[in-house]
């Protein structure tokens, strides 16, 4: 079973920028569908960002497309999310998810492991 980890949230100030890493460990990694979420006090988990397993194809959110950017490198393990242009609305909790499958999806239940996530703050 994999496991993963999420690092890199914080408190900032609207527009500035953070990086959100995922680690995994505990299974094959690079086999793997990979997706951020974020949950804001409230409110339903929603989709950011998704990657397949070579990087190859990407989906964002409309909320987020042009200022977040979602890579992975399978040789450590670990997926980012690129935060840039932060807003205000951006605050939530956000999460790494991963699936059995290959592909990107956007779709909360196609994703079978969760990390615990890590709270992004954006202040105006």
């Known amino acids: 079973q994999v496991q993963l980890v999420e690092s890199g949230g914080g408190l900032v100030q609207a527009g500035d920028s953070l990086r959100l890493s995922c680690a995994a460990s505990?299974?094959?990694?690079?086999?793997?569908?990979m997706g951020w979420f974020r949950q804001a006090p409230g409110k339903g988990r929603e989709f950011v960002a998704s990657?397949?397993?070579?990087?190859?194809?990407?989906y964002y959110a409309d909320s987020v497309k042009g200022r977040f950017a979602i890579s992975r490198n399978n040789a450590k393990n670990t997926v980012y999310l690129q935060m840039n242009s932060l807003k205000p609305e951006d605050t939530a909790v956000y999460y790494c998810?991963?699936?059995?499958?290959?592909?990107?999806?956007?779709?909360?239940?196609?994703?079978?492991?969760w990390g615990q996530g890590t709270q992004v703050t954006v202040s105006s």
């Open positions: 998810a991963g699936r059995s499958g290959v592909s990107a999806s956007t779709i909360f239940a196609n994703y079978d492991y």
């Open positions: 505990g299974g094959t990694f690079s086999g793997n569908g």
């Open positions: 990657i397949s397993r070579s990087g190859g194809i990407t």
